[in-house]
């Protein structure tokens, strides 16, 4: 069963630092590409951050490049996103995902498929 | 950036009956657009991509069509569970993925 349980948010004063960490598990992380989606309260979906596979590739939204870093460690299935300079409009549920496979196809695409469980962040004095 | 716009922002129904969601993309993105159901509560799931294809384990009540900017997501019969907020997703043209700001689904 694949499964990916994120960490590491908590309240943060504006202009703080937080790290997020996304454990993954059921499936071989080290073959897929991975991503940060976040969700404001009362809002909708927002694409953070994508890292491939290797990690190699990188990619940010415009709002928080040069603030946000996204990493990973295939060795210790987990993916990370390091928060810097952090401002108000940050404040969100965090969630990790992966992209999609179909087992039955083999049709990969960067879709999201899986998702963690949120990691709740909170930029407030 | 594409821009998705969704159409209705709610849409009231009763269980059984059928829903019909829009998504209307700002360019082209061919077949590349995927729809999540989100429940209060919980992370999104994915239900369809490629317009067209439901996603591992999606019961066959969930449909997508379209291509090109139009897109509907249509939910044949509303079970209980299917009371949520749905959203559509973009890969044609990336970064950035962009999603729509959502279709609540609610209890008549």
């Known amino acids: 069963e694949v499964q990916l349980v994120e960490s590491g948010g908590g309240l943060v004063q504006p202009g703080g630092s937080l790290r997020l960490s996304c454990a993954a598990s059921?499936?071989?992380?080290?073959?897929?590409?991975m991503t940060w989606v976040r969700q404001a309260p009362g809002k909708g979906l927002e694409w953070v951050s994508y890292?491939?596979?290797?990690?190699?590739?990188?990619h940010y939204t415009d709002s928080v490049k040069g603030r946000f870093t996204i990493s990973r460690d295939n060795a210790k299935n987990s993916l990370y996103l390091q928060m810097n300079s952090l401002r108000a409009e940050d404040t969100a549920v965090y969630y990790c995902a992966r992209e999609m496979f179909d087992e039955n196809t083999w049709y990969r695409a960067e879709y999201f498929q899986f998702w963690g469980q949120g990691a709740p962040v909170t930029v407030s004095p | 950036e594409v821009v998705l716009t969704q159409s209705p922002a709610t849409l009231s129904l009763s269980p059984g009956e059928r829903a019909t969601l829009s998504c209307r993309a700002s360019?082209?993105?061919?077949?590349?657009l995927a729809w999540y159901q989100q429940r209060p509560g919980q992370s999104p799931r994915l239900l369809i991509y490629d317009a067209s294809n439901r996603a591992p384990g999606i019961p066959a009540r969930f449909s997508g069509s379209g291509s090109g900017t139009d897109f509907t997501l249509t939910i044949s019969s509303l079970e209980p569970e299917d009371f949520a907020v749905y959203y559509c997703?973009?890969?044609?043209?990336?970064?950035?993925?962009?999603f729509g700001p959502g279709t609540k689904v609610d209890i008549k």
């Open positions: 059921g499936f071989t992380f080290r073959s897929f590409d």
């Open positions: 997703q973009q890969r044609s043209d990336w970064p950035p993925f962009t």
């Open positions: 890292i491939s596979s290797s990690g190699i590739i990188i």
């Open positions: 360019q082209n993105v061919d077949s590349y």
